[in-house]
């Protein structure tokens, strides 16, 4: 089933928000962005089962990564938002700790103005 992104937006620097991607049955799911004429880069990452989760410098200290095992959802909390923060955000899942990002949803555009 293809993760469904949910919750970007508009929002002033030093703004927040919360994206939600609605998944299951995968091993971890991770958050990813892109902005037009670069590559896409990684945001954080979480386990299913277990603790382990990951953040990305860039976003370390202001984004947050979470999960509610009850709705089946990861969410991705964002604080002190900065225009390079702007981009579309892709959530994707994993089956294994070895298998590449296989399940894409489809984005979700977070805007963040100066």
């Known amino acids: 089933v293809q993760p469904v992104e949910s919750g970007g937006g508009l929002v002033q620097a030093g703004g927040s928000l919360r994206l939600s991607c609605a998944a299951s049955?995968?091993?971890?799911l991770g958050w990813f962005r892109q902005v037009p004429g670069k590559e896409r880069e990684f945001v954080a990452a979480i386990r299913w089962r277990g603790s382990p989760k990951y953040h990305a410098d860039s976003v370390k200290g202001r984004f947050t990564i979470s999960k509610d095992h009850a709705k089946s959802t990861v969410f991705l909390t964002m604080n002190a938002l900065k225009p390079d923060d702007t981009g579309v955000y892709y959530c994707?899942?994993?089956?294994?700790?070895?298998?590449?990002?296989?399940?894409w949803g489809q984005g979700t555009q977070v805007t963040v103005s100066s």
């Open positions: 049955d995968f091993f971890e």
């Open positions: 994707a899942t994993k089956e294994s700790q070895t298998t590449t990002w296989g399940n």
